[in-house]
């Protein structure tokens, strides 16, 4: 796999406390918040100019940086008791964004979505250029939670766009397959995902 993140790579945000906001509730991601990157069931492996700031975990398998990859943080191998609590409340993160939401397209190219839960009843995708809006309403604290069910894949280009005080702190996307973030595409919030996180040549996830 050939990553290459341009800007700094989180996949977990320092938020310890839920947020109720327009009915959704945000997950409770626990020790994993002190985590960019956190495996509970497979290897994190990066062959490229990635940069990633922030500490790296895998439980079951040590991960592998190669490449002129820089970590600013770090790398804890498997056994180490650190490890542990990750590990349990990584299920609870993906278990709590189980919510009730409004039906969407598999294809989100074009969708401005507000505030709230939404899900997809299948694998779904983002079209190389394509572009989704979340619409914050001026709210900074505004939640949104999207539940993809299947394997969610997005396109060269593809793009991620908040607006008005939408924040990617509080933007969680719950994978229940694989994830393929496309070249030179954007990608913005949290991922808790229950398959492999793939990230391409020249995308950045924030």
Same mark, same amino acid.
Request: hydrophobic fraction near 40%.
């Given at each position: ?6 800007? !700094? ?6 938020? /310890?406390?839920?947020? $109720?906001c327009?009915? *959704? ?6 020790? !994993? ?5 956190f %495996?509970?069931?497979?290897?994190? +492996?990066?062959?490229?100019? =990635?940069?990633?700031?922030? @500490?790296?975990?895998?439980? %079951?398998?040590?991960? =592998?940086?190669?490449?002129?990859? !820089?970590?600013?943080?770090?790398? #804890? @191998? ?13 299920? &609870?993160?993906?278990?709590?964004? &189980? *919510? ?13 979505? =507000?505030?709230?839960? #939404? !899900? %997809? ?10 572009? /989704? &809006? ?13 539940? $993809? ?6 396109? =060269? #280009?593809?793009?991620? $766009? ?10 969680y996307?719950q ?7 496309? +070249? ?7 991922i808790?995902?229950g398959?492999?996180?793939? /990230? /391409? ?6």
């Amino acid at each position: 796999m050939k990553s290459s993140l341009l800007s !700094t790579l989180s996949a977990v945000v320092l938020f /310890l406390f839920p947020i $109720i906001c327009f009915g *959704q509730i945000a997950p409770n991601l626990g020790a !994993t918040s002190g985590f960019a990157l956190f %495996t509970a069931g497979g290897a994190f +492996d990066s062959n490229g100019a =990635t940069k990633i700031t922030g @500490n790296i975990g895998s439980f %079951t398998v040590t991960p =592998t940086i190669t490449g002129p990859g !820089t970590v600013n943080g770090t790398i #804890y @191998n498997v056994g180490d008791p650190a490890l542990n609590n990750p590990f349990a409340d990584v299920s &609870t993160a993906y278990n709590d964004l &189980t *919510q009730a939401g409004s039906v969407i397209n598999t294809v989100l190219d074009g969708l401005v979505l =507000t505030p709230g839960v #939404y !899900t %997809t009843g299948a694998a779904s995708s983002l079209s190389a250029g394509g572009v /989704l &809006t979340l619409d914050g309403q001026g709210n900074p604290n505004a939640i949104f939670i999207i539940r $993809i069910n299947g394997a969610f894949t997005t396109g =060269t #280009y593809s793009n991620i $766009i908040l607006k008005n005080s939408a924040s990617p702190n509080n933007v969680y996307w719950q994978i229940s397959g694989a994830f393929s973030l496309g +070249d030179y595409s954007v990608f913005r919030g949290n991922i808790v995902s229950g398959g492999a996180i793939e /990230l /391409l040549e020249g995308s950045s996830l924030i």
